[in-house]
């Protein structure tokens, strides 16, 4: 009985989201309207900056649909023993050149000892990715990305710590709703796909925040002998 009422649950949720994903692709969709229309009126220089907001606003809801077909899917996922760190050093790459472009750095924390857990490499990589990426969007170009692996008696954590803007206190409560965003570009679905993945990976995510200081988000995951 109980997973048929979380049954009902999600697929409430889902509608409500579907409203919400519906108001959210309509306005670049709107905007790119408008761009188009006047292109055909401008000058060369003109149509060079609008077709860059036409593409921008393209890839945006783009993402949005993305974001929200992962977290609507709520699918059961195949999970494999895997390594935290061989995941993050497949990922290093991609987060460095990233934070190399916005001229931040990489500090890397590895936990040697870390035990392999049951996990879905893809979403587990969109975890690690999505955090990063929230980091690096909260800092300056002196910033410093810190990712760090620790193998604790029960749970392996992960942590993401940034030395950025920070999150006001009553702001921390709304982080994981979904379409959340305190950005002009933002989907608001990131954070809620985040927890999405450590809950399908029977773990939990915590944050912990200073205004001004910076913000660590720790997903600890329960090692399959505590559980
Ligand atoms: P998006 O990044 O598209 O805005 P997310 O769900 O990833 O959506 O994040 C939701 C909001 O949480 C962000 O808009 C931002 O206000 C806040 N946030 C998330 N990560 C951080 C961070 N590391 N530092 C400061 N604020 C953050
Ligand atoms: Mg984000």
Redesign the pocket.
Known sequence: LQGEVDRMERLSLVGQMAASITHEIRNPLAVIRGFVQLLNERSPAEQKTYFHIVLEELDRTNSIINDFLSLAQNRIIEKEPSNLNELLNDLLPLIWADANMRGQSIDLRIDENIESIPMNSKEMKQLVL?LSR??M??MNDKGVLRIETMNLPDVVQLRVS?N????PPE?LKQ?FEPF????TN???????LCLSIVERHNGKIQVE?TVGEG?T?IAAFNKPAAK
Request: glycine share 24%; aromatic share 8%.
């Open positions: 999505n929230n980091g969007e909260a940034d950025g803007v920070g999150i702001k982080l959340f965003t305190t950005k933002g989907t608001g679905l990131g954070l809620a925040s913000t988000f």
